[in-house]
């Protein structure tokens, strides 16, 4: 017990000392010649231009990528305890593709609509943020009968779904113009060239909600591998646990699709990499796994807008590159497990 | 003080699974639930535990009925060992028996959940495995790691003084070796010696007659006999019930008690694949 405790020690103080550089290097690269040392000016010598740089462009985008990373990291941990399922993913559950459904409406439709302009810059995350919060409420509806929620039921309907709003969104696409096209193909690639500290402050509180949900979540998940029976067995109030993370789910993806746009990988892939080196108790694998999802994605967003500067990849493009070879090799390996 | 059925009715859909079924488990009493398959054991030892709702009736904890109870509550009044025991995630033996504490263990040192999980490793014979993961152990050792995770919440409950709880186990002998049988039973014996319940559910007649204080036997939904295991266990069950053949009880010298040798079956079948 003592030799779990030194390494959950070790683990927690590399994962910060990561996190920490990949924000210091992530604030310090980038297409303009601006750097950390310039921040080191006594206040009120810096420039604008390095003002400008540091405080509103790479800060809010750091910050975001952070929150971003973390979210879809302890949303998916929260899935694969959920599911039972080590392939789980957020995109199961419909958040995703229920975003990407409002978000296309709103993107195509939406500029015949009085309420979208009088929303302004906040049409595209409010609407994604109530389409995820609404997709969910559909899957979980139906998935509930006399006060019990089939787990497996919501995974089956939850892929039905995806497919469905998908003909949906490309029903919309087909009768896009070419600007709202660009602007709908930006934002399923995933970008946080658009993030500002007012959109952090819009995802922040999701987060923060996410966040302390998880928390209480740690121990009973960790119960609800023992299966349902099991863990109602030893106390726990199952039906209240899926519907916390379920809420939880949609808390960390939705808003966090509706301003970043689809990322993927980053929620099947990390709590994976922190099992490896964790094992599956998740009140170290939630909070590791948030820390090692903000690294992956603030190093992703950096490598985004730098490998081709002055242009940008969208950072969507950048984890599913890295994401999809990690993903293989978990199927490979966790087939390799099954037949041996 | 007791965990008792009253009139209790179970359907799913259209099917009746167990109909106007009365009994009570007593404290300091080994109960074992026998039947043939299918005959709705392991659904009244569901029922009895509250991870099921009757259709029909009530069951009671020590009067108290477990439907109003918190599942918090109910976790440090009983524990059951069911047969469906796939742990997902890559646990050690010991943590997944630590995680058996549940709900009940808030408050208590993890030094002293982990001293506890280990005293119970060591009696189902798993102590050199405490290390090791669940998913490399074989079946039988699955089974009792499985055991100790449910004494484990038993044991926390009686650190925290509470009363004695009740033990509820299906076929918590099915994968294991005839040593390790008499292990398991063993145990349950020694839980109800303590002042607990204990109720079984076994296929095994023999150590249903060796070991319990009352037999229910349940076939096709109903409870078809509730007594000392000399009453229940007569030639007329065995056949009537189980399908077994005239002059196969006997009674054990040692004991007294009963016991099945079913060797008109098993020498027909011989004479079968013989003539065959």
């Not at chain 2, 976790?75 to 549940?102: I, K, S």
Request: glycine share 10%.
């Amino acid at each position: 017990m003592t030799r779990e405790i030194s390494r959950t020690v070790w683990l927690f103080s590399l994962l910060s000392v990561l996190l920490l550089l990949t924000m210091l290097v992530a604030l310090d690269t980038g297409a303009t010649t601006v750097h950390l040392r310039d921040l080191w000016h006594p206040a009120g010598t810096q420039d604008q231009a390095t003002r400008l740089v540091l405080r509103d462009i790479r800060g809010p985008r750091i910050v975001m990528a952070c929150l971003t990373g973390a979210a879809l990291a302890v949303a998916g941990t929260i899935m694969q305890g959920l599911f039972r399922n080590p392939l789980a993913d957020p995109g199961l559950a419909g958040v995703s593709s229920a975003a990407a459904l409002a978000t296309a409406c709103v993107i195509i439709l939406g500029s015949s609509w009085q309420w979208a302009t009088w929303l302004g810059m906040w049409t595209i995350p409010c609407a994604g943020i109530v389409g995820s919060f609404a997709g969910m409420g559909l899957l979980y509806l139906f998935a509930t009968r006399g006060g019990v929620t089939s787990i497996t039921a919501m995974l089956l309907a939850g892929v039905a779904f995806g497919a469905f709003s998908g003909a949906l969104t490309g029903i919309l696409i087909f009768r896009a113009n070419d600007a709202a096209l660009r602007d709908l193909t930006f934002w399923t690639m995933g970008s946080f060239s658009g993030a500002t500290w007012r959109s952090v402050s819009l995802l922040v509180p999701f987060v923060l909600i996410a966040g302390a949900l998880a928390t209480c979540l740690a121990a009973p998940l960790n119960a609800m591998l023992l299966n349902e029976h099991n863990a109602l067995l030893i106390g726990y109030p199952v039906e209240r646990i899926k519907s916390l993370s379920i809420l939880a789910v949609a808390c960390a993806t939705g808003p966090t699709v509706s301003l970043v746009g689809a990322i993927g990988f980053v929620g099947v892939v990390v709590p994976h990499l922190v099992r490896l080196a964790a094992g599956p108790d998740h009140r170290i694998v939630l909070p590791a796994s948030a820390m090692l999802g903000a690294i992956l994605l603030t190093g992703a967003d950096t490598m985004a807008r730098t490998l081709a500067s002055p242009a940008e990849i969208p950072v969507g493009v950048v984890t599913a590159l890295l994401g999809t070879p990690a993903f293989v090799w978990l199927l490979a390996r966790s087939h390799r497990t099954d037949v041996s | 003080m007791t965990l008792e059925l009253r009139n209790v009715t179970w359907r799913r859909g259209e099917r009746e699974i167990l109909r106007d079924v009365t009994l009570s488990f007593g404290r300091g009493l080994v109960t074992a639930i026998i039947g043939p398959n299918g005959a709705g054991k392991s659904s009244l030892l569901r029922l009895a535990s509250g991870l099921s709702r009757p259709t029909g009736g009530d069951v009671l904890l020590d009067g108290q009925p477990v439907a109003a109870m918190s599942p918090r509550h109910l976790a440090t009044r009983r524990a059951m060992l069911t047969q469906e025991n796939e742990t997902a995630g890559q646990f050690l033996v010991r943590q997944m028996v630590v995680m058996g504490a549940g709900m009940s263990a808030r408050g208590m040192a993890i030094d002293r959940q982990v001293a506890l999980a280990d005293m119970l490793l060591q009696q189902v014979g798993l102590a050199q495995l405490a290390g090791r993961q669940m998913m490399t152990l074989s079946g039988g050792e699955r089974q009792r790691a499985n055991l100790a995770r449910v004494l484990m919440q038993l044991e926390v409950a009686r650190a925290k003084d509470l009363p004695a709880g009740f033990l509820l186990l299906d076929e918590p002998i099915s994968a294991q070796d005839p040593a390790h049988q008499a292990l398991v039973l063993q145990l349950a014996c020694q839980h109800a010696a303590r002042g607990g319940g204990v109720a079984v559910v076994l296929h095994d007649l023999n150590w249903a007659a060796a070991c319990a204080d009352r037999l229910v036997v349940v076939h096709q939904g109903r409870v078809h006999a509730y007594d000392t295991v000399e009453a229940v266990m007569t030639q007329d069950l065995a056949c009537s019930i189980f399908g077994l053949k005239d002059g196969c009880i006997h009674l054990h010298a040692k004991t007294g008690r009963p016991f099945i040798l079913p060797h008109d079956n098993i020498g027909r079948k011989a004479n079968i694949r013989a003539s065959s």
